[in-house]
């Protein structure tokens, strides 16, 4: 059963455990490439609306899904979160009639949805979310990766969906630099596509540049994104970079209040959503009730 309109546009937290549901954690892994991003939107294929469906299928319920990090279209994923409320009634469904042993509670489930769901997708792992548990809400945390290839060649053949090949090269001193001006609490206005209602504060912990051999990997960091923030600041070091413009260039981007139009962010291709940070079990609560307030400068 396919969740309605309704339900899918409705953009507020899923409920507490409780209350008649059981709270799954979710842990997923997609390439991104030919998905329209996360978000379930009419029409366009989602990853959000390939999971919705597959779980609605199997509790013969609309479920929708509830995610730590909103990727954008051709973004890549192998950490991301996502969290779903079972009605209680419908959770018999998870399971088999025979089970293997040594299998965790929904081991059953993942091998179910592995053959539901298409090969850009992949539920890898499900478990009873603790209380005060929320996907997005509780998170400390995102990790980014983005990978560039300096090869006169381009990218591998093997890697051409999850590698920006890169013509220029790239002083990565400079690149250092400018990104260092960047890091802490700051207003990210310039590098986020707004968003009504929105704050773009954001508390960026790392960005840093590695290379080995033709590959360039950027690390990115922050408590969390706004809408296209980490391809923007991506865009705006490897500006840096090509010698487009100095490294304090960077540091008088905080100051401005919308989006910046002097760089281009960096192309989807070439970033994946690792890892999201979640504290320990008895702080999830506290965590939910932070995340939620408006911050300000």
Not at 77 to 82: D, I, L, R, S, Y
Not at 187 to 209: K, M, N, S, V, Y
């Amino acid at each position: 059963m396919k969740p309605s309109p309704n339900q899918v546009l409705n953009d507020m937290p899923a409920i507490d455990s409780g209350g008649g549901h059981v709270r799954l954690r979710l842990d997923i892994a997609y390439d991104g490439t030919d998905f329209a991003g996360w978000a379930v939107q009419i029409g366009q294929r989602t990853v959000a609306g390939v999971i919705d469906e597959a779980l609605s299928t199997v509790f013969r319920t609309a479920v929708v899904t509830r995610t730590a990090g909103r990727t954008d279209t051709g973004v890549h994923a192998t950490g991301q979160v996502a969290h779903v409320d079972i009605p209680t009634d419908a959770l018999p469904c998870a399971y088999p009639r025979t089970t293997r042993a040594g299998d965790a509670e929904f081991a059953p489930l993942v091998r179910r949805l592995a053959r539901l769901l298409p090969t850009d997708v992949r539920i890898r792992d499900i478990v009873r979310a603790p209380a005060g548990f929320d996907a997005r809400f509780s998170a400390l945390r995102r990790h980014y990766t983005y990978r560039l290839s300096l090869a006169p060649y381009g990218a591998e053949p093997a890697e051409t969906r999850f590698v920006t090949p890169w013509a220029k090269p790239l002083d990565l001193d400079a690149m250092a630099a400018a990104s260092r001006e960047l890091l802490g609490l700051n207003d990210f206005a310039a590098f986020c596509r707004p968003r009504p209602g929105a704050t773009t504060i954001r508390d960026l912990q790392r960005l840093e540049w590695v290379r080995d051999g033709w590959y360039v990997t950027a690390y990115v960091t922050a408590d969390a994104f706004c809408w296209n923030m980490v391809r923007s600041v991506v865009g705006a070091v490897l500006a840096v970079g090509e010698g487009r413009r100095s490294a304090e260039w960077t540091a008088g981007l905080l100051g401005e209040t919308s989006r910046s139009s002097d760089f281009a962010a960096a192309p989807a291709r070439g970033l994946t959503l690792v890892q999201v940070d979640y504290p320990p079990d008895d702080q999830l609560a506290g965590r939910n009730t932070v995340t939620r307030d408006v911050r300000t400068l």
